[in-house]
């Protein structure tokens, strides 16, 4: 059973490493929507290690949503009914990103997302597994988020967020689309070199 605030990000309140994270994440977000037209990079597609594993099994392109007091869930659905057009629907999102959405780091989550499509095998063994390795490296920044994992359900806030954020740049994303929540353990996590 998912407790409220491991549903909502809710977390450790203060952690410097916690606070450092988001901070470079939302500096990466921002250039990322700002200079690469909104592609993701290795600041945002981290190596994921299942438990006991010693190489990835891959890579995923992670979410940054901000806490359902700070939600802009309502916005990004609005954006995407607004046209059927991809391209302006990419472009009204590139704006909205690259304006202030990233501008106050203590508005996110630190529970990361991600989708997979339904009957994935990499989701179902990050599931099996319960836990896994975050490993973002980029910039001359490296984190090592180990992480707990959950399957956020369509009532958890996070949900929708990560539905209607990855559906402005993915209209074809299926409504069965898993939604997988990556919740950092801070003490058991480690950053190059160390914000401590």
């Not at 939302?26 to 037209?37: F, L, P, Y």
Request: proline residues 8%.
């Amino acid at each position: 059973m998912i407790s409220a605030g491991a549903a909502l990000g809710g977390g450790i309140a203060v952690h410097p490493l916690k606070d450092a994270f988001l901070r470079w994440q939302c500096r990466a977000r921002q250039m990322m929507m700002r200079e690469d037209d909104g592609r993701p990079g290795d600041a945002v597609m981290p190596e994921v290690f299942p438990p006991g594993a010693e190489a990835p099994m891959g890579r995923i392109i992670t979410v940054l949503n901000k806490l359902p007091a700070h939600s802009v869930t309502t916005e990004l659905l609005h954006m995407s009914r607004r046209t059927n057009d991809p391209a302006h629907r990419r472009g009204r999102a590139l704006q909205f990103f690259a304006a202030g959405h990233y501008q106050k780091h203590r508005e996110f989550s630190d529970l990361l997302t991600a989708t997979f499509r339904a009957g994935s095998p990499g989701a179902a063994r990050l599931r099996e597994g319960r836990t896994c390795t975050l490993v973002f490296d980029a910039y001359s920044q490296r984190f090592s988020l180990w992480c707990r994992v959950w399957r956020l359900t369509e009532r958890n806030p996070l949900h929708a967020a990560t539905m209607a954020h990855n559906r402005l740049f993915n209209p074809q994303l299926p409504g069965d689309a898993v939604v997988l929540g990556f919740e950092p353990d801070w003490t058991r996590s480690s950053a190059d070199p160390s914000p401590l």
